[in-house]
Nanobody, 126 residues
Framework: HVQLVESGGGSVQAGGSLSLSCAAS????????MAWFRQAPGKKREGVAG????????YYANSVKGRFTISQGNAKNTVYLQMNSLKPEGTSMYYCAALSSWMCGVTWARTENYNYWGQGTQVTVS
């Protein structure tokens, strides 16, 4: 049974930082490519950052490049999203997702490609 559980959300002032975690169970995280998505009320879910199954390649939405960092923690079967210089438009529910294949720059942000999703963690930037 595959399960993804996000944590680390909260409220922060603009310019602040938050670190999100996604704990995976039921499989070895290195067998999957992982990504973070976010969805604000009334908006489509959008890709924020992705990391390939070997952890060697990462992808970022243009809106977060240079501010967010996605990383793997294999020993703990966890994927992290470090978010710095947060902006009010970053207020969203953030979701972790797992893809049972390699990802590429064209497809990593497509929600329909992902096999598993977490329940989300709320991030509010004021």
């Amino acid at each position: 049974h595959v399960q993804l559980v996000e944590s680390g959300g909260g409220s922060v002032q603009a310019g602040g930082s938050l670190s999100l975690s996604c704990a995976a169970s039921g499989y070895t995280i290195s067998a999957y490519s992982m990504a973070w998505f976010r969805q604000a009320p009334g908006k489509k879910r959008e890709g924020v950052a992705g990391i390939d199954r070997d952890g060697a390649t990462t992808y970022y939405a243009n809106s977060v490049k240079g501010r967010f960092t996605i990383s793997q923690g294999n020993a703990k079967n966890t994927v992290y999203l470090q978010m710095n210089s947060l902006k009010p438009e970053g207020t969203s529910m953030y979701y972790c997702a797992a893809l049972s294949s390699w990802m590429c720059g064209v497809t990593w942000a497509r929600t329909e490609n992902y096999n598993y999703w977490g329940q989300g963690t709320q991030v509010t930037v004021s």
